[in-house]
């Protein structure tokens, strides 16, 4: 089973972002296909921005690398917002440092300086402890996909 229920969304190393939105899919032309079930708050990994086989080379909104089950979650616009500014970032990061998009992802020094650009600048990498990131088991199925994700109510 691929849901991860009680254990939370994965978590990325090299995150570079958050994002939050249930699993909505659309049907293209069957209908009683649609799909809206919960799923937990989630990293954005920079790895999802650099393409396997090409080099120099930014995905910079929903065609980052992911399968059809997260487009549901990434296709949102606060994600694909999130997902532009770190590939601009990045990019403009690259050329000061004359280093490629990889050469960032795959050295840990590189990657934790780039992190800290990022926060600098505001960008979250990792959900506040205050917001659940897990979607109780009794949640699936429900139709109920949102969380109540105020501070208020923790």
Not at 55 to 60: C, K, M, P, S, T
Request: proline share 7%; charged share 20%.
């Amino acid at each position: 089973e691929h849901i991860r229920r009680d254990h939370g969304a994965e978590r990325f190393a090299d995150s570079v972002g958050i994002g939050y939105f249930h699993i909505d899919l659309h049907p293209s032309t069957a209908p009683g296909t649609y799909i809206d079930i919960p799923a937990c708050p989630f990293q954005i990994p920079l790895g999802s921005l650099i393409p396997v086989r090409m080099d120099n080379l930014l995905a910079g909104a929903k065609n980052i690398g992911m399968t059809h089950i997260t487009t549901g979650c990434y296709r949102l616009r606060p994600v694909k917002w999130n997902i532009g500014e770190v590939a601009g970032a990045l990019a403009a990061w690259c050329l000061e440092k004359r280093l490629r998009p990889r050469q960032v992802r795959n050295d840990a020094r590189n990657l934790e300086d780039f992190q800290a650009l990022l926060v600098s600048q505001g960008i979250e990498l990792e959900w506040p402890s205050w917001i659940p990131t897990v979607v109780p088991s009794g949640e699936y199925g429900t139709g109920d996909a949102n969380l109540n994700l105020t501070r208020d109510n923790h």
